[in-house]
């Protein structure tokens, strides 16, 4: 995979795990940050709910994790919107 860290393109290896029985995608990547993390999904009465968590030792300016993560769960909640809109 390859993708942009801190305005520089950085390439490696990543790892992607599907569970659909349990509603749940884990990653990570090799290399020195230590990154991986996971994401479930859960019903609720009103909808679901995401749960997300991230682990890296990235130095980052601050909230750029954070924003990142919004934009991400934004994209998600579009797509699931669009693919609930009948056709």
């Known amino acids: ?13 990543a790892k992607f795990h599907v569970d659909e029985a349990a509603n749940r995608i884990e990653w990570s990547s090799d290399g020195p940050n230590s990154y991986h993390g996971w994401l479930s999904v859960s019903d609720r009465v009103d909808g679901s709910e995401v749960e997300v968590h991230v682990t890296t030792e990235r130095e980052a300016d601050e909230g750029e994790i954070e924003a990142g993560l919004e934009r991400t769960l934004g994209e998600i909640v579009r797509l699931v919107r669009g693919a609930a809109t009948p056709s």
């Open 1 to 13: 995979m390859t993708a942009e860290v801190q305005g520089k393109e950085v390439a490696g290896t």
